[in-house]
């Protein structure tokens, strides 16, 4: 009976490259693995949890997160093959030929989880920020050529985005390093953002500046004005219907991430506003000029078909004075420059 307890504790199950495997240390292998697979659990909860009411250290948390979870785990596979009775020096050829035939038949796998690393420690593209890539549409859906989002979660295989209307999208990894992606808020920034605009045409230049102006600026989603930074309308262009403005406004970071609703409300608010101010949207219009009627011309063709003749067009110049051009004074200007980051911030981040 001693005997077959004795077999037990000790058998030899396996004798690999001069190693020989016990039960025992598979036993205490396996309770290596479960110990090391339980601490990476724990900790990765709780650097998750911390990174849940982190604002500014949310990036750093994650790539904490992800580091020490890979290495516990790690970690404890080598010391579990060590425990369980395995040489490691002794397996290295075996092991280089295993990696050739993985590197194989998992290059796909390998390549995505290579791009997440490189996502997690670039810092280009982070958990929490808005990223666009491909062509999206206004409202953040998803579509074949792309989409934007919210980056949820940067795993080893896919990052996790969520769009506008709560959906999780899960894209490879790769797509974020092979294509171009806009971020929207690097570095915990915004951005400034146009609002198309039409009136019609005999609108008052000045007014209409300044009732826009007037709802950007009551706007609770933009930003304090200040010297660099401020509200503007520009005069883009003579269309169909109309003249065509743009308003520029910085809104907030948190309405940079949802860019279809911003841009109704602006819309909305610029609509409230031209409405107030009595300035009336264009509809589109036709105009047909007559040269010759019957052989008669100009006002002898107008009495023909007992019509009056026009007044005369106000001379140029008879405004009560030139409007604000803010599109030149954004010109004049002298361009900013980013300042290179120095990397010790970026780990400090």
Known sequence: MIGELADLTDPALLRLGGSTITLAGVIAGAAVIAAAWAAAWVA?????????????SAAVLHILEKLIGYGLIVFGVAAALSVAGLNLS???????????GVGLGLQGVV??????????????????????FGEAGLGGGVREEGMRGVVMEIGPRAVRIRTNDNVNVLVPNSRLIEQP???????????????PFVVGYGADRGKVREAVLAAARASPFTLPETGERKAQVWLVGFGDRGMEFELLVWPTREAVKRPAAMHAAYTWAIADALEAAGIEAPVAQTDLRLRRLFGREGDEALSTLGLQPAPAAAAPGSRSGA???????????????????????????
């Open 44 to 56: 990765t909860r709780a650097l998750r949890r911390a990174r849940a009411r982190a604002v500014r």
């Open 181 to 195: 992606v806009t971020n929207w808020t690097l570095k915990g920034d915004t951005r400034r953002i146009h609002i």
């Open 90 to 100: 002794s397996l290295a050829v075996f092991a280089g030929a295993l990696g050739i």
């Open 111 to 132: 390549k995505e989880f290579v791009s997440g690393l490189f996502l997690i420690f670039d810092r280009m593209v982070s958990v929490g920020d808005y990223i666009e």
């Open 323 to 349: 409007s604000a051009n803010d599109a030149a004074e954004d010109l004049l200007k002298p361009a900013s420059h980013e300042e290179p980051e120095d990397p010790d911030d970026r780990g400090r981040g």
